[in-house]
């Protein structure tokens, strides 16, 4: 901190002495150290805490960027989802085709639906939003789809 020598340290001794005298020196001497020591813990403790925020800032920096690339990514696999489901059904139209392309196209179409809501429900889980809850009609129409939902959530929760 200071850089004094040894005879800067006699000087100051000396004229202390001098100044004060035998008597009251001591106890000048213990006050200023006592002095000195909390002026030394004040700082060190500052440039602890100051070290502490800025750990703390650079990680939620890397937390910001690793959430954004991971919503960008299932971003474009729920994009990709999409436009799987919407090719098939824009080339061909449902009065032209049979009966059993239409059970194949309804199959197609349930998959992606599923498929979908799985990457909305994963989006939600990322973002530490509490999942939508499904309407009553979607959890008739698919109960399976409800226990595969419940069961990639509790899968998620365990992992973190």
């Not at 199959?107 to 992606?112: F, G, K, L, M």
Request: aromatic share 2%.
């Amino acid at each position: 901190m200071l850089d004094i020598g040894f005879l800067e340290l006699m000087l100051i001794g000396v004229v202390g002495l001098l100044v004060l005298g035998p008597e009251r020196l001591p106890r000048a001497a213990r006050t200023a150290g006592m002095w000195i020591g909390k002026i030394k813990r004040t700082v060190s403790g500052m440039q602890r805490e100051i070290s502490a925020q800025l750990e703390a800032e650079e990680l939620r920096q890397k937390l910001n960027e690793q959430q954004q690339k991971l919503d960008s990514s299932l971003k474009k696999a729920k994009l990709d989802v999409e436009s799987i489901a919407d090719a098939p059904s824009s080339s061909t139209t449902a009065s032209t085709t049979p009966p059993a392309t239409n059970a194949a196209k309804s199959d197609t179409e349930q998959r992606v639906a599923k498929a979908s809501a799985r990457l909305d429900d994963a989006l939600q889980t990322v973002r530490e939003e509490p999942p939508a809850s499904p309407s009553a009609t979607n959890r008739e129409a698919a109960p399976e789809l409800a226990e595969t939902e419940k069961a990639a959530l509790n899968k998620d929760r365990n992992h973190q």
